[in-house]
Nanobody, 127 residues
């Protein structure tokens, strides 16, 4: 089964930027729908962005225009570029995949739809 490993989390000041990564243990392109989720302290895990191999994506309203996804196909890695960060973005960020079923933006933000998850990476935004 595919394994996912997030990295790149850390502490950043309000208004700053951070890029986190998710590397898969196997070839994932055109085999899975992908997503980034996050879970803040005391809150439920929520979808940040869902996307497919072509980076056709759906973003949560709270991050539209600030967060962007990219990929490195050769490295089986996807990235989440986060800009204009606020304390509301403080959370553990997870990447997740589910077997490909077109279109990937159907139910992209439903936790239960995803079969494989990474261990998460902490992002802390402070003033």
């Amino acid at each position: 089964q595919v394994q996912l490993v997030e990295s790149g989390g850390g502490s950043v000041q309000t208004g700053g930027s951070l890029r986190i990564s998710c590397r898969a243990s196997e070839f994932i392109w055109r085999r899975y729908c992908l997503a980034w989720f996050r879970q803040a302290p005391g809150k439920e895990r929520e979808g940040v962005v869902g996307f497919d191999n072509d980076l056709d994506s759906s973003y949560a309203d709270s991050v539209k225009g600030r967060f962007f996804i990219s990929k490195d196909t050769a490295k089986n890695t996807v990235y989440l570029e986060m800009n204009s960060l606020t304390s509301e973005d403080t959370a553990v960020y997870y990447c997740a995949v589910r077997p490909f079923k077109w279109p990937c933006n159907n139910d992209w933000d439903k936790n239960d739809e995803y079969n494989y998850w990474g261990q998460g990476t902490q992002v802390t935004v402070s003033s």
